[in-house]
């Protein structure tokens, strides 16, 4: 279900979430990722790699801090 959002808004929210994409951390983990999924092959087909837990996951498994909530996750539990 997509915000309902201003279009000014909108023009904001898009500005900000591409700031935070191109994130030294975020471009790292995201690199890190591809790396991995190369290295991996056939190991990787349909999975994505959590930096947290160091292993391959479902994207449903891979969202949500697994379980926990975003609010307890920090960029200090991640590995590489």
Do not use: C, I, V
Request: proline letters at 5%; zero cysteines; aromatic letters at 6%.
């Amino acid at each position: 279900m997509p915000q309902k959002l201003s279009p000014q808004a909108r023009r904001d929210k898009a500005a900000r979430d591409l700031a935070y994409a191109k994130s030294p951390a975020r471009r790292a983990k995201k690199a890190h990722a591809q790396r991995m999924r190369n290295k991996a092959g056939s190991a990787a087909k349909g999975k994505d790699w959590d930096h947290k837990d160091g292993r391959w996951e479902s994207p449903k498994a891979n969202r949500g801090n697994d379980g926990e909530g975003t609010k307890k996750e920090s960029g200090k539990n991640y590995k590489f």
